[in-house]
Each structure stands twice: as C-alpha cells, then as structure tokens.
C-alpha cells in the first residue's frame, strides 16, 4: 500500500485528462523490468524488481514499505534531493537512464 500512496500524493492526476496539468516526465528505462519504459511520475514502479522494501517500527506495530525514487532520478542529472540521493532509502545511487527515441 505504500507504493500507491506515495505514487498518489507524488501525482495525484496521473492517468487522469486535467485541464492545465501534464504529468509526463523524461522517459526512464524501467530497471530490471525488460526494458520497459514509464513517462508519468510513478515514484514506486522504479523499484519494483526486485522490490526494495524495508521495516519500520511505530508504536509496537511494524511496517513494511517499499522505497520510492525522487524527481532527480526521472531527470537523468544530478539530485538536488537531501543528501544527493535519487531515492528516500538510497537503492538508487544514479540517475535513470534515458529510455526510447529521447
């Protein structure tokens, strides 16, 4: 659940036609994944093969959650996210690659 809350609150229109709001990002080769592509802000799709997960405990209750990858990874350049990362768990330490025609 993780994954599509944090894609939710990345883009909340994705897939949706609204007025003024494009949601399209430069092409990124999907890792692991066959050399799929993906084009919308999809923040949890990058880390899905294998899945990078990790545990967190509140309160006695434990949590399983997946890593997300930040906007810098999507740009194929250098992260101005916290600590140059281009994920919230540091799995990714470069930038996607650039995937199709460009």
Same mark, same amino acid.
């Given at each position: 659940?993780?994954?599509?809350?944090? +894609?939710?609150?990345?883009?909340?229109?994705?897939?949706?036609?609204?007025v003024?709001?494009? #949601?399209l990002?430069?092409?990124?080769?999907?890792?692991?994944?066959?050399?799929?592509?993906?084009?919308?802000? +999809?923040t949890?799709d990058?880390? +899905?093969?294998?899945?990078?997960?990790?545990t967190?405990?509140? #309160?006695?209750?434990?949590?399983?959650? @997946?890593? +997300?990858?930040?906007?810098?990874?999507?740009?194929?350049?250098?992260s101005?996210?916290?600590?140059? @990362?281009?994920?919230? @768990? #540091?799995?990714?330490?470069?930038?996607?690659?650039?995937?199709?025609?460009?």
């Open positions: 659940m993780s994954h599509d809350v944090a +894609e939710w609150l990345n883009d909340p229109f994705v897939g949706a036609l609204v003024g709001y494009i #949601n990002i430069p092409p990124a080769l999907l890792p692991g994944q066959g050399g799929a592509c993906i084009i919308n802000f +999809e949890g990058p880390l +899905e093969a294998p899945p990078a997960v990790f967190k405990t509140t #309160n006695g209750t434990t949590y399983h959650l @997946q890593d +997300e990858v930040f906007l810098p990874w999507y740009l194929h350049g250098t101005f996210s916290v600590n140059g @990362q281009f994920s919230f @768990q #540091n799995t990714f330490t470069t930038p996607s690659s650039l995937c199709g025609p460009g």
